[in-house]
Each structure stands twice: as structure tokens, then as C-alpha cells.
């Protein structure tokens, strides 16, 4: 099978069966075809994307509670399957990649099912199944700005899993204080594959950036707003699992130390 058709299965899929599957056979990038840029994915009737404001999820001080903890641990599970979606667009959109690039998001993407498949797992522990609650679709209203390798490895692995590397410090360490080792971790298996998966945008920063850029500057100018530093991290920062992933002591200090910074041309009276 066709690295290609296995992709525009995952995303057109309208089931999770068909979206989380393992080919059955060694995929080949023979014929990648022309760019398609899809819009939105195939979902399944019950985790059809809807507004943010209709599908909100509780703080992690919810925790406690299994019926809220149910509620957090359905939106990580929407997290990594729309992750799924996502590495399978870049398939599709990113034909004259270089190959290894290529090979990457096949490999991302694996994990990515593998995360689904682990957080969905938890859910009937709390009574609750995959599908039972609303789901957004954040990071597919950033597609229009992906507009080349670079910029999809600077938003995806970058942007939202060098974030994760943080949250998922904290999640796990939630987790645990309520007693859910099982959740613990998963978002222990969740953290460490996250380290590969930044490393994976960090390589293709320094492969892809303009030569005279440091990579600060090649990440600032290969995010669109409301993409930031500020979006690249928790709101507590830990600097090993960025060094892990082969940042340099310069990006992450940098990183570290930004302040967040006013919407480009929304005048200096904002209030934040
Ligand atoms: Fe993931
Ligand atoms: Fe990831």
C-alpha cells in the first residue's frame, strides 16, 4: 500500500477503527501525488469536531472527581486522534517532502494512534467511553496556516508537543495524586514519545531554516499568530525533556524566558 492511501484513509475515515488501524502491510512512497490540502476530517457521527465553547473540558483540578476526570482524559484522548489526523494531512499536503521527512510523520503517526488507543482504554474506569462527550478541533483550525514542511513542524512538533513536554509532567503528577497510577502512565508512555516527536521538529528546523537564522529566529518567523513561544510551553517549564529532544541551551532559555507579547498590531493599551 501507498503511503498516500493510507493517509487519506486515516483522515477521511468516519470510523475510529479505520483512523487508528496499522497497515497491514510495509508501506511504500512510491507515487505521492499531487498536494491536497483537506479542510476538515471524516468523524465518526459521535466525535464529530464542534466550537470550543460547546465542548469545554474541565482544569486539572477537576481531578479528583472521576466523572470530570472522565471529561479531562476524553479531550487528550481528542488531542492525540486529532494528531492521528493530522501527521496523515501532512502526508497529503507535503508530496515533495524529502523522504525521511516523510518516513517521520508516518512514524509520528503511529504513535499518535498508539496515544488514542491508551487514553481511550482509560476511559471505562471512569464509566465512560470514547465519543461520550463533546469534542473541538483546535488544532485543525490551524491547517490553513501549514502551508509548508516547515511551518507543520514548527506548529506540530515545535509549537503544541514542545508544550505537551510540559503538560504532561503535570498531568502525570495529577494523576498520581488522586491515586490513578494507570493514567499516570500512560501519560508517561504520552511524555517520553513526545520528546522523539519534538526532536523530530527540532531536526527539521535546523535541515529547512534559512542558513543565516538561528533557530529562534527561524522558529519565530515559521510560526503564524496566534502560534507563539507563549503557546510552546506550560505554565510550568521544564528545560530536560526540551534538551532531551536536542534543543540547544540558547532555544531553551529562550523559550524559557520569553514574555508573552500583544497581538502584531493591537496597539500597546492592550490589557492582558
Ligand atoms: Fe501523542
Ligand atoms: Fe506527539
Known sequence: MELRDYALGIVEATDLETKLRRPADALTDA??????????PGRPRELRIVPADKAR??????????AQRARIVHALANHELQAVELFAWAILAFPDAPAEYRRGLHAILADEQRH???????????????GDFPVSGYFWSKVPDLTTPLRFACAMGLTFENANLDHTEVQAREARRVGDEELASVVDVVHRDEIRHVRFGWTWLERLKEPSQTMWEAYRANVTWPLRPELARGREFHAAPRRAAGMDDAFVEALATHDEEPRPGAGKSRVV
Open 31 to 40: 507515487r505521492p501525488g499531487p498536494a491536497l490540502r483537506i479542510d476538515a
Open 57 to 66: 473540558v474541565p482544569s486539572l483540578r477537576a481531578m479528583p472527581d472521576p
Open 116 to 130: 488514542t488507543r491508551m487514553y481511550s482504554a482509560c476511559l471505562p474506569n471512569y464509566g465512560a467511553r470514547f
